[in-house]
């Protein structure tokens, strides 16, 4: 079993912290990882262009002129995607559907995957535990300062509004709740930063029931 060292908020080691290898011990698959990554980014896009085509514009249900005798073009709508203001060829569409699917094991497994990467190349810090009396980013920056390798980290927490605050102003790092702790978020940041209740969430939460 693979252990994790354990910091005070003062910046000590006060012990290790054994990480199940069921959700922190898998091996590297990239194919896998990619896969879920691929369809979670699809999944999360949002249809914001939009365009019309000849038929959905509106007007142009008359023959700007006759076909023959006046020495211009042919037309036969002023709808035209030749014509401006005309309808949009192959433009975008709220109907267009970009969602992909992926067996709930198989995300589940990327996931693990992931954050068995993370603590293979020491990139998880461990709080024992992590608590402010009042939401200060002084104190967020005091406690940080122990950690100068950290330079882009993800604060994983529950839901804790004096701690959220207290750190999201901090240049180099960011929040998450734990509870909805994603493998976009886990791939985007280079540490991970939990306390260790945090840890025994993720271990009850992900590691199979004997």
Known sequence: MATVKVYNQEGKEVGNLGLNKAVFGLPWNSDLVSQALRVFLANKRQLLSSTKDRAQVRGGGK???RQKGTGRARHGSIRSPLWRHGG???GPTKERNFKLKINKKMARKAFLIALSAKAKDNEILVFEELKLAAPKTKEAAKIMANFSQVKNGLLVIPKDENLKK??????NIATANISSLNILDVLKYRHLIFTKDGIEYLTKQYAPVK
């Open 88 to 90: 949009v060829t192959f």
């Open 63 to 65: 023959k700007p002129w």
């Open 166 to 171: 207290s750190f999201r102003n901090l240049p």
